[in-house]
């Protein structure tokens, strides 16, 4: 398998510009999980999806992020508009659904707003 | 709620140095725990688990024992390399979906 697969893995986007990350989870998982993780902050958990449906957003920052997960192969984070504020490392995450068999992160999108 | 506390960082150690970096949690009923580990540039990778009390997970030289009756689960090493720099989180799942994660603590071996 070729574990969770995200791009772009490098965005650089003038802020006001709408910007699109993109996952793949690993086949047969059917939990996903969105995580931001910057210096300040740290790991923060954005949102999670268990068989396609949105469980948990209350990580979500505001209403200018959005994330859908169309089939059990994709899911994708919508920033829209985009602000310096939101540069940081956003991770994707899959696993099996239940919490004792952990997670497989993706390599991350490193996301700047200029 | 669920919680998880790592001693805070950073820890700097020489090459071929004993490693112990502290991890306790506060969670109902029985968490399975676990140690990921992040290198320079690269998403977090899962080190090593245990799912029940007195279970010991290795992997890479690198244990944690699961201690209910301290609710712990440090991770050691016995001597450390400078590929082993990199951040360390310990996190916990209850019987639900979503992991708990620690704030991470970042390792540096020098040689």
């Known amino acids: 398998d070729a574990g969770v697969i995200q791009s772009p893995r490098h965005e650089v986007t003038e802020m006001g510009q709408e910007v699109t990350l993109r996952c793949k989870p690993i086949?047969?998982?059917?939990?996903l999980f969105w995580y931001r993780q910057t210096m300040m902050r740290g790991l923060e958990l954005l949102i999670y999806f268990n068989n396609n449906v949105p469980i948990d957003d209350s990580g979500m920052p505001e209403d200018r992020f959005s994330a859908k997960m169309p089939n059990a192969s994709f899911s994708t984070l919508k920033i829209q508009p985009s602000e310096p504020r939101d540069s940081a490392v956003y991770f994707c995450?899959?696993?099996?659904?239940?919490?004792?068999?952990?997670?497989?992160f993706g390599s991350g999108t490193r996301l700047t707003v200029v | 709620g669920n919680s998880v506390t790592q001693m805070e960082g950073p820890v700097t150690l020489s090459e071929e140095a004993f490693l112990t970096i502290n991890c306790t949690y506060t969670a109902t009923g029985y968490p399975s725990l676990f140690w990921y580990v992040q290198y320079p540039g690269e998403g977090l990778q899962l080190l090593l688990k245990?799912?029940?009390?007195?279970d010991k997970g290795s992997n890479k030289g690198f244990e944690a024992t699961y201690r209910k009756e301290t609710t712990s689960f440090h991770l050691e090493k016995g001597s450390v390399q400078v590929s082993d720099s990199a951040v360390y989180f310990c996190a916990l799942s209850d019987s639900g979906e979503k992991l708990v994660f620690g704030k991470g603590t970042k390792l540096t071996v020098n040689p």
């Open positions: 086949s047969g998982h059917n939990s």
């Open positions: 995450a899959s696993s099996p659904g239940q919490g004792q068999y952990g997670y497989t």
């Open positions: 245990a799912t029940k009390a007195d």
